[in-house]
């Protein structure tokens, strides 16, 4: 079995070393080759990985974005990975993570026997203490796969931990760009639902990179957030009513104020600042896609009961 490694890059240069020396140390029974991303970087990202040619093996790089017009996320950067990929299997990783020791070889051979896996992830490797969660291990050797509050509650894993055989891709298609940052939750929620088992692999590794800065913690909280939202609409189905929109409303707020709440526990050193600001972004861009909903709901409901509503499109 041929193994595709898929690592989609933007401007990676800073971390981008680590990843591919990672990669150089791979020794693997199975043949593979290494697919390199670049979504439009403007950093000196393509001349490092240009410096790995014949160190790592069938070692390309593909653009995903060649401009004009705006530049599309990491999930675009996958889709267009996948359609590079020349091997029977993807393995995925991303520019600012570490594959451990035996990564590729430990998922190579559960994709031997299933179609679908994930490894494990570590924080500590790559993370200083003061942006770790205390006692997070999300997707780790400990918790095992992770879930999510809603709607479904099914197991899923992070993008840059997961291997698939190409008949998965082949049957799933793209990944949902809609879905943004969640996009690998959705991917594992619709495997699922086409009867595709995903198997956790914790003899593979991924020291996995948090955000280090305060911006980046409340930024990428945001874009789950958001994700969250999109899968929410897309598993729960669209909500039936104003009261519904307005139920589901009140939530967010309520969750956006309860973290509030916890501002106290950085005080105290609870909680590193970092990780509550992840928080605070998840929960403002919750209640931000609600707004959106309710906004959508009462346009749709003017243009019902109004001859002029049609000047006035529902927000999608």
């Known amino acids: 079995m041929k193994l595709s490694v898929i690592l989609p890059c933007f401007n990676g240069a800073e971390t981008l070393p680590v990843q591919l020396e990672a990669l150089s140390r791979q020794h693997s029974r199975h043949p593979w080759e290494v697919v390199v991303v670049n979504n439009g970087s403007t950093d000196h990202s393509m ?28 999930t ?3 889709a267009v990975g996948f359609a590079a990929a020349q091997g029977d299997a993807f393995l995925l990783c991303e520019a600012d993570d570490e594959v451990g020791e035996g990564w590729l070889d430990a998922l190579g051979d559960a ?33 095992g796969l992770s879930t999510i509050s809603g709607p479904t509650h099914w197991p899923y894993a992070s993008g840059c931990s997961l291997g698939l055989r190409r008949a998965v891709y082949e ?45 980046g913690a409340y930024k990428q909280g945001r874009n789950w957030g958001a994700g969250h939202v ?3 609409d897309k598993y729960a189905g669209p909500l039936p009513s104003r009261f519904a929109v307005a139920k589901r409303e009140a939530r ?20 590193p600042l970092g990780s509550w600001l992840w928080g605070l972004g998840w929960c403002v861009a919750t209640v931000e896609g609600g707004k959106l909903h309710w906004q959508a709901l009462t346009r749709q409901s003017g243009r019902s009961g109004s001859a002029d509503a049609s000047s006035h499109p529902a927000t999608t």
């Open 252 to 271: 967010y707020v309520r969750d956006l104020a309860r973290h509030l709440g916890k501002l106290a526990q950085v005080a105290t050193r609870k909680q």
């Open 171 to 215: 049957r799933l298609g793209e990944p949902d760009e809609r879905c943004a940052a969640s996009w690998d939750t959705d991917y594992c929620w619709r495997a699922r639902l086409a009867g595709i088992e995903l198997v956790f692999v914790p003899q593979a590794t991924v020291h996995y990179r948090l955000r280090n800065t305060l911006k």
């Open 76 to 78: 675009h950067s996958y």
């Open 47 to 74: 001349e490092i990985v240009a410096g790995y040619d014949g160190r790592l093996p069938g070692l390309r790089i593909v653009e995903a974005h060649r401009g004009p017009g705006p530049r599309k996320g990491v």
């Open 111 to 143: 994709l031997g026997e299933h179609e679908f896996v994930a490894a494990a992830l570590e924080y500590d490797r790559l993370n200083p203490e003061h942006v770790r969660p205390k006692g997070w291990k999300q997707q780790s050797v400990e918790e």
């Open 230 to 232: 999109v899968l929410n």
